[in-house]
């Protein structure tokens, strides 16, 4: 059994490499290597953009330890974001050009939330069919790295406007996402067309607003 756990700045695990990247206060994993050649990983905490280096650095040094790939616990992760999902994609693209895999053993509904929101909970449970279009996946991680960027910017519009917290922003598009039954790209372009005084139309506002009042950002 290995475990990382989280350390103070100045801590260093005894296990891993002298240079580790940033350690984030709110993340945590745990690499159970008995499980036979395929390990089982269980992360925990809140993965975000700040995170997401150090869900990287583990998961690439567990899945080059694992024989046949890993299998992820993530029914601890509290809070999710893009940044979580373009890192589980390029993981597993690692782990396909080695003949490994990598599969969803357990998810919290952030995780439930994300993978529904992008269609990409298949990849991760082996629903997807054997003999995949390899052009097809290679264009959704495009996709998914492409978006990011509209995404976070779209965060920090909310937070900005509205005196809220990342977490409560990522909240709000996802469910304005949900009420009007639109991409979150879709959603987070349309936030960053008000930067050039473009008033936000009808059905729109309206779903952003409800959204607002179920994070707790406007009165109801």
Not at 41 to 48: A, P
Not at 86 to 107: D, E, F, G, P, Y
Not at 191 to 217: K, W
Request: aromatic share 4%; with cysteine; charged share 15%.
């Amino acid at each position: 059994m290995t475990c990382h756990t989280v350390l103070p700045p100045e801590g260093i695990c005894p296990a891993c490499s002298p240079v580790q990247p940033p350690v984030s206060a709110s993340v945590a994993m745990d690499a159970d290597t008995t499980a036979g050649t395929r390990f089982i990983v269980t992360v925990s905490g809140e993965l975000d953009a700040d995170s997401a280096q150090l869900l990287q650095h583990w998961l690439d040094d567990a899945l080059h330890d694992a024989a046949d790939g890993l299998e992820l616990d993530l029914s601890g992760v509290e809070f999710c974001d893009c940044s979580t999902l373009n890192v589980l994609l390029l993981v597993r693209q690692i782990a396909q050009k080695t003949a490994k895999s990598i599969l969803l053993r357990a998810s919290s509904a952030a995780v439930d939330r994300l993978l529904e929101l992008t269609h990409t909970r298949a990849l991760f449970t082996g629903d997807a069919s054997a003999g995949e279009d390899l052009l097809a996946e290679n264009a959704q991680l495009h996709r998914a790295l492409e978006t990011r960027p509209a995404i976070d910017i779209a965060r920090g519009i909310l937070m900005a406007s509205y005196t809220i917290s990342a977490e409560q922003a990522w909240n709000v598009l996802v469910s304005t996402s949900q009420h009007s039954n639109t991409k979150l790209h879709l959603i987070a372009e349309t936030l960053m067309n008000t930067v050039h005084g473009e008033n936000l139309a009808e059905p729109f506002a309206g779903h952003l607003a409800q959204a607002l009042q179920e994070h707790g950002s406007l009165p109801h």
